[in-house]
């Protein structure tokens, strides 16, 4: 069964300081993993997609690595704001028809002054 | 550009009741995705379209849940006789076709059955 599992599964940090969260998956075969923030009350939005050739990705203060070959990612987020606050969700997607994803339970990012 | 928004945000329901959650996915964008969301869990794939057909319905949990879509546009999410089981976030997202990576979401809708 394609699981992803997410941890920590809640955090809280300082304003200012870095973070990593880690997300380990057995998804087969696969085809990319993509980090999504989603903020309470509202949809997830894209952060970063990769795909299996690919092994980091940044967009802005948030940086993705890939280890296909141990099936594990990491999202580092750099400076945290305030705004950071939200579930930070890996998903994982199989080859196959549909692009259907396999998501996981996320992990709760809070940032305090 | 506008982008994917659902309706209602906010449903209360009766249990054994019918709802009916709709989806309006970012225009020109043929593909279409309905997920649950419940407290604690990951997101749960329910159904895709394709245009209007669904080549995948492997994740509705049961006959009481439906779905179709209309003019390659709008969808509807229909759970008749509904549950307190049923309660969830539903969330839809719109992709530009079924092979891009890329999947834009709606901010949901909460269905709480009472």
């Given at each position: 069964k394609n699981q992803v599992e997410q941890s920590p599964q809640s955090l809280i940090i300082l304003e200012g300081k870095n973070c990593t969260l880690q997300c380990n998956y057995t998804v087969s075969p696969f085809s990319n993993l993509r980090w999504y923030k989603q903020d309470t009350g509202r949809g997830p939005v894209s952060l970063t997609i990769m795909t299996f050739s690919e092994n980091t990705k940044s967009n802005g203060r948030y940086t993705a690595t890939l280890d296909a070959d141990t099936k594990q990612s990491s999202l580092h987020i750099t400076?945290?704001?305030?705004?950071?606050?939200a579930s930070y969700i890996c998903v994982v997607s199989a080859t196959g028809g549909g692009n259907k994803l396999t998501f996981g339970t996320g992990t709760q990012l809070k940032v305090e002054l | 550009g506008a982008g994917v928004s659902q309706s209602p945000s906010n449903k209360v329901t009766e249990k054994g009741k019918d709802v009916e959650l709709r989806c309006d996915p970012i225009s020109g964008h043929t593909a279409l995705y309905w997920y649950r969301q419940s407290l604690g869990q990951g997101l749960e794939f329910l159904i895709y379209f394709q245009g209007n057909s669904a080549?995948?319905?492997?994740?509705?949990?049961?006959?009481?849940f439906s779905a179709e879509r209309t003019g390659g546009s709008v969808s509807t999410l229909t759970i008749q006789r509904?549950?307190?089981?049923?309660?969830a976030v539903y969330l839809c997202a719109s992709s530009p076709?079924?092979?891009?990576?890329e999947q834009y979401f709606g901010p949901g809708t909460r269905l709480t059955v009472t």
């Open positions: 400076a945290s704001q305030l705004s950071d606050s | 080549p995948d319905k492997s994740g509705l949990p049961s006959d009481r509904t549950q307190q089981e049923d309660s076709s079924h092979t891009s990576y």
